[in-house]
């Protein structure tokens, strides 16, 4: 069982730049591939960045490349998501979850998830 607890999110003017993380409890933190989703309000729930158990490998979102950034510290059972150049379509609540398989863009690929974190993006 893994529990996962978001924090970071909160109100930010375009262009301006956040970090979320994700605490993970548990002892096994480094056997699971970890994932950032976003939801925005009236829309399905939709990737945004992955990493791999060990850090080694990491996939992003077409829309992200280049602003949304994901790492992780298995030393403190974290995983971030750096964000700059935030835009107003990045607006959404962000959730991470957790994976027992390989990194995966697929929602259903993923075993835990947490409870979300607000980030808005004003113009």
């Known amino acids: 069982q893994v529990q996962l607890v978001e924090s970071g999110g909160g109100l930010v003017q375009a262009g301006g730049s956040l970090r979320l993380s994700c605490a993970a409890s548990?002892?096994?933190?480094?056997?699971?591939?970890m994932g950032w989703f976003r939801q925005a309000l009236g829309k399905e729930r939709e990737f945004v960045a992955a990493?791999?158990?060990?850090?080694?490998?990491?996939a992003h979102a077409n829309s992200v490349k280049g602003r949304l950034t994901i790492s992780r510290d298995n030393d403190k059972n974290t995983v971030y998501l750096q964000m700059n150049s935030l835009k107003p379509e990045d607006t959404a609540v962000y959730y991470c979850?957790?994976?027992?398989?390989?990194?995966?863009?697929?929602?259903?690929?993923?075993?835990?998830w947490g409870q979300g974190t607000q980030v808005t993006v004003s113009s």
């Open positions: 979850a957790a994976s027992y398989g390989s990194t995966s863009w697929l929602k259903y690929e993923y075993d835990y």
């Open positions: 548990g002892r096994t933190f480094s056997s699971y591939a």
């Open positions: 990493i791999s158990n060990n850090g080694g490998s990491t």
